[in-house]
């Protein structure tokens, strides 16, 4: 009926419908690099924290056992009252300085990872995870 002017809108939205494929399929790339980046941000953000954090209790740990010591030195006997603390607060230490400084997080990682590919592990084992990217979405419809 229109003959000349129907083609051409049929083309015009022919080439709308691929430019608007084109413009998701870049848009949800650029999401999965952007929440991959913020991953890593959050993750070197709490190691960060992780190593400040151990800075602040051997500091403490450190000024606890130097008072006990002078405490030890003048009375002759360790305070009853720092064992417990001085205790808790060692271990906690020694907790935090493996994970900051030693390999305490790949030993996790490798944990999880242990337990997310064991099926014996699971009552309903998990699927395994697929990133999704412009070519496993449905970006036709």
């Known amino acids: 009926m229109g003959g000349k002017f129907s083609s051409i809108t049929d083309n ?40 400040e954090r151990t800075y602040w209790f051997a500091g403490f740990v450190s000024f606890m056992y130097a008072a006990a010591f002078v405490i030890t ?28 400084f030693l390999n305490k997080m790949n030993r996790i990682k490798k944990m999880a990872d242990e337990y997310e590919h064991d099926p014996s592990l699971w009552i309903h084992p998990i699927q395994p995870l697929k990133y999704p990217t412009t070519d496993t979405t449905n970006t036709k419809k």
């Open 12 to 51: 015009m939205v022919e080439k709308q419908k691929q430019l608007q494929v084109e413009m998701v399929k870049l848009q949800l790339d650029n999401q999965i690099l952007m929440q991959d980046r913020m991953m890593k941000k959050q993750i070197a953000l709490q190691m960060a924290m992780t190593k």
């Open 73 to 100: 030195k003048k009375e002759g006997k360790v305070p009853k009252i720092l064992v417990g603390p001085a205790v808790a607060l060692t271990v906690v230490t020694a907790y935090q300085y493996d994970m900051a």
